[in-house]
């Protein structure tokens, strides 16, 4: 099969990691007989430094021309220290979900056993976990009127959600909770927000559809330290935009590194798949960068293309990677040999390849050749 895929390294470590994803699915190509034909795009920082602006209109044409998307990073210290700044790299990717209708994230969470001495939390807190949240994209406080008035004294940002916006995302939701462990958590600030009230009574609404699926809520500070207390009680997290951001990110404790998360953005027609970390500019350059999360994010674009064994010759080869210890310096730390980028996806495409051989050649790995024996 031929497929078109829309890159987009962005700004940062993206382009470090999405190379290593790319690797990934070149070998996925060559062992299940695929072509991915890549158009590469600028949106962020980059985009700004050449175009004038975060998100050209050449971006949103390749994107909605391609079967799916795959994005690196976005973001640059230049901006982050500049809080007048009226041009933001961020403002590309909030323009893109809004131009593509990308309106439902799914983050998944899970609590990997080779790594479960890497997280900060417990052993006996973490084994077992395995989340998927589900964040609401387009609406909120992130795409309200934002506005700072002219004395430069007052400042608003407008948060608004419709039932369509919110109805949509909640049947995904419990949709997926069907093939897992039937139980949906809906996250809000219902005593003191009116859209998380609209939010509540609207999911009320819809559960009574899915009578196998049991309904519980959790305000969103109960949520967080829930989710630290005792991560293994969720199933599937349903939660509006600001909240999901949070708590997905708090939510990679779990798995010892924001590094190893992924992301995918849906809409009617289009996809885009990315990991959950930032831009990591300090890093940028270095080839110390995770790019598991990346190319986990790699693996979801399989599945939403309907290939799922080879989604799954993704996932194996992540595993392996990661019990035989080739991983980078923010799981294995600095002082005990850990990889680099370029290695760790070296390694993951060459197991692809070579799936039966479960030995490695340590010493090919640490001089960057990546040799399956």
């Given at each position: 099969?031929?497929?078109?895929?829309?890159?987009?390294?962005?700004?940062?470590?993206?382009?470090?990691?999405?190379?290593?994803?790319?690797?990934?699915?070149?070998?996925?190509?060559?062992?299940?007989?695929?072509?991915?034909?890549?158009?590469?795009?600028?949106?962020?920082?980059?985009?700004?430094?050449?175009?004038?602006?975060?998100?050209?209109?050449?971006?949103?044409?390749?994107?909605?021309?391609?079967?799916?998307?795959?994005?690196g990073a976005i973001g640059d210290p230049k901006y982050d220290s500049d809080p007048g700044a009226k041009v933001r790299p961020e403002q590309g990717l909030l323009q893109l979900r809004q131009a593509l209708g990308l309106f439902c994230n799914t983050r998944p969470v899970k609590a990997f056993d080779?790594?479960?001495?890497?997280?900060?939390?417990?052993?006996?807190?973490?084994?077992?976990?395995?989340?998927?949240?589900?964040?609401?994209?387009?609406?909120?406080?992130?795409?309200?009127?934002?506005?700072?008035?002219?004395?430069?004294?007052?400042?608003?940002?407008?948060?608004?959600?419709?039932?369509?916006?919110?109805?949509?995302?909640?049947?995904?939701?419990?949709?997926?909770?069907?093939?897992?462990?039937?139980?949906?958590?809906?996250?809000?600030?219902?005593?003191?927000?009116?859209?998380?009230?609209?939010?509540?009574?609207?999911?009320?609404?819809?559960?009574?559809?899915?009578?196998?699926?049991?309904?519980?809520?959790?305000?969103?500070?109960?949520?967080?330290?829930?989710?630290?207390?005792?991560?293994?009680?969720?199933?599937?997290?349903?939660?509006?935009?600001?909240?999901?951001?949070?708590?997905?990110?708090?939510?990679?404790?779990?798995?010892?590194?924001?590094?190893?998360?992924?992301?995918?953005?849906?809409?009617?027609?289009?996809?885009?798949?990315?990991?959950?970390?930032?831009?990591?500019?300090?890093?940028?350059?270095?080839?110390?960068?995770?790019?598991?999360?990346?190319?986990?994010?790699?693996?979801?674009?399989?599945?939403?293309?309907?290939?799922?064994?080879?989604?799954?010759?993704?996932?194996?080869?992540?595993?392996?990677?990661?019990?035989?210890?080739?991983?980078?310096?923010?799981?294995?730390?600095?002082?005990?040999?850990?990889?680099?980028?370029?290695?760790?996806?070296?390694?993951?495409?060459?197991?692809?390849?070579n799936q039966e051989d479960s030995n490695l050649n340590f010493m090919n790995i640490h001089a960057g050749q990546s040799t399956i024996i």
């Amino acid at each position: 099969m031929k497929y078109t895929i829309a890159v987009i390294p962005g700004d940062g470590i993206g382009p470090e990691v999405v190379n290593q994803a790319k690797k990934a699915l070149d070998a996925v190509a060559e062992m299940y007989d695929h072509v991915f034909l890549y158009q590469e795009a600028q949106m962020g920082a980059c985009a700004i430094e050449r175009f004038g602006k975060p998100l050209p209109e050449e971006t949103i044409a390749i994107c909605k021309g391609a079967d799916a998307i795959l994005f690196g990073a976005i973001g640059d210290p230049k901006y982050d220290s500049d809080p007048g700044a009226k041009v933001r790299p961020e403002q590309g990717l909030l323009q893109l979900r809004q131009a593509l209708g990308l309106f439902c994230n799914t983050r998944p969470v899970k609590a990997f056993d080779s790594l479960i001495k890497n997280s900060p939390l417990k052993r006996e807190i973490i084994i077992g976990t395995d989340i998927i949240i589900y964040r609401e994209l387009t609406g909120g406080i992130y795409s309200g009127k934002k506005e700072t008035s002219t004395d430069g004294l007052t400042a608003f940002d407008i948060s608004s959600y419709t039932v369509e916006e919110i109805s949509r995302i909640t049947h995904i939701a419990f949709k997926a909770s069907q093939s897992r462990r039937k139980k949906v958590t809906l996250i809000d600030k219902a005593n003191v927000l009116e859209t998380s009230r609209l939010w509540r009574k609207t999911v009320t609404e819809i559960a009574k559809q899915y009578k196998d699926v049991v309904l519980e809520y959790l305000y969103i500070e109960h949520a967080a330290r829930q989710l630290i207390i005792n991560p293994k009680q969720f199933d599937i997290i349903l939660t509006e935009n600001l909240f999901g951001d949070i708590i997905s990110d708090e939510a990679s404790v779990i798995s010892g590194s924001i590094g190893l998360l992924a992301s995918s953005s849906i809409g009617p027609e289009n996809a885009l798949f990315e990991p959950i970390h930032g831009s990591f500019s300090t890093a940028k350059g270095k080839d110390t960068a995770n790019p598991i999360g990346s190319i986990l994010s790699a693996g979801m674009l399989l599945e939403y293309l309907g290939l799922h064994e080879e989604a799954g010759a993704i996932e194996r080869a992540v595993e392996k990677s990661l019990i035989l210890g080739i991983m980078t310096q923010d799981i294995k730390g600095k002082n005990k040999y850990p990889a680099s980028t370029s290695n760790v996806g070296d390694f993951i495409a060459d197991y692809i390849l070579n799936q039966e051989d479960s030995n490695l050649n340590f010493m090919n790995i640490h001089a960057g050749q990546s040799t399956i024996i």
